[in-house]
């Protein structure tokens, strides 16, 4: 009987060592591991009952939380990848713009060039232009 009292107060300590100082209920952490050490199995029994978060996760304290609700949009980390995610897509659609813009201007330059309806045929200014060398009026 003394090896379980014992096995649960070092379960009980483990655990209130572990938890966030925000999830404990009811007393602060450190009054808890005082409990437990002071009031054996009493203080695990009240750790148990009274102090433990409501909610435990076998992943540890390493990963976060969610709310009571447990909604999307009430996690911080969700809420920033949305973000990451809108300024991407902004930035890319702005990239598109720019490279049609970029297209637009060079067509249209490339129009302006040409010297004649045909490439190689002469132009009306009497200008021998070749095919390898296009003509830009600035």
Request: proline residues 9%; neutral net charge.
């Amino acid at each position: 009987m003394a090896l379980v009292a014992l096995a649960v107060t070092i379960y009980a300590l483990i655990e209130c060592v572990r938890t966030r100082p925000s999830d404990v209920r009811s007393l602060p952490k450190t009054g808890w591991v005082a409990a437990i050490v002071l009031l054996p199995l009493i203080g695990a029994g009240l750790w148990f009952w009274l102090g433990r978060p409501k909610e435990i996760s076998d992943a540890g304290p390493a990963q976060t939380r969610r709310g009571a609700t447990g909604a999307p949009d009430d996690d911080p980390e969700f809420l920033r990848d949305l973000e990451r995610q809108r300024r991407s897509k902004a930035r890319e659609n702005e990239l598109r713009r720019k490279e049609a813009e970029i297209e637009a201007r060079e067509r249209k330059l490339r129009e302006e060039g040409k010297p004649g309806d045909e490439k190689g045929k002469p132009s009306d200014d009497g200008g021998n232009p070749t095919e390898d060398t296009p003509r830009h009026t600035p």
